[in-house]
């Protein structure tokens, strides 16, 4: 073996744990940054030491707005003609709104809802109602009262 051989006596650290978030954020860390120039990044809080929350009504209230300018104003419900046309044809043949319902595969509630106005009408559950009362509901006003001067 020959040549020279040096020894190297540079200390290695093998394991070193690396400091925690709290503990860079910590007053002591903090102080101890500014003594030795090494840069420290403050940021201001929004709304820092009032009673304000961050701003959760100022998002929603323009998102709100703009809904109500896109959206319409509300969901068109079951015409008084169908609403009648329902109830007239269910009488007609004898049945209650629950046995109408047990024949369409609906729940007795949906019937109800039909015949008080109060449902959002769907095309499914009106043909389901045309069969079994063998009655024409689609081709009448479905979600607006009827123009002037029709009936």
Same mark, same amino acid.
């Given at each position: 073996?020959?040549?020279?051989?040096?020894?190297?006596?540079?200390?290695? *650290?093998?394991?070193?744990? &690396?400091?925690? $978030?709290?503990?860079? /954020?910590? =007053?002591? @860390?903090?102080?101890? %940054?500014?003594?030795?120039?090494?840069? *420290?990044?403050?940021?201001? &809080?929004?709304? $820092?030491?009032?009673? /304000?929350? =961050?701003? @959760?009504?100022?998002? %929603?209230?323009?998102?709100?707005?703009?809904?109500?300018?896109?959206?319409?104003?509300?969901?068109?419900?079951?015409?008084?003609?169908?609403?009648?046309?329902?109830?007239?044809?269910?009488?007609?043949?004898?049945?209650?709104?629950?046995?109408?319902?047990?024949?369409?595969?609906?729940?007795?509630?949906?019937?109800?809802?039909?015949?008080?106005?109060?449902?959002?009408?769907?095309?499914?559950?009106?043909?389901?109602?045309?069969?079994?009362?063998?009655?024409?509901?689609?081709?009448?006003?479905?979600?607006?009262?009827?123009?002037?001067?029709?009936k």
């Amino acid at each position: 073996m020959s040549g020279n051989i040096t020894q190297d006596w540079e200390p290695v *650290v093998l394991r070193r744990a &690396k400091p925690k $978030a709290a503990d860079l /954020k910590s =007053a002591k @860390a903090v102080n101890q %940054a500014l003594r030795t120039g090494a840069p *420290v990044e403050t940021v201001r &809080k929004v709304a $820092a030491g009032t009673n /304000k929350k =961050a701003s @959760a009504a100022a998002v %929603a209230a323009p998102a709100r707005k703009l809904d109500e300018m896109t959206e319409p104003a509300g969901l068109e419900r079951v015409g008084g003609d169908v609403r009648a046309a329902i109830q007239k044809a269910r009488v007609a043949k004898g049945w209650s709104q629950a046995e109408l319902a047990k024949r369409i595969s609906e729940r007795a509630q949906v019937v109800q809802e039909y015949e008080s106005g109060k449902a959002v009408p769907v095309q499914a559950v009106l043909a389901k109602m045309e069969r079994a009362l063998e009655v024409k509901l689609r081709g009448k006003a479905v979600g607006a009262p009827a123009p002037a001067g029709t009936k």
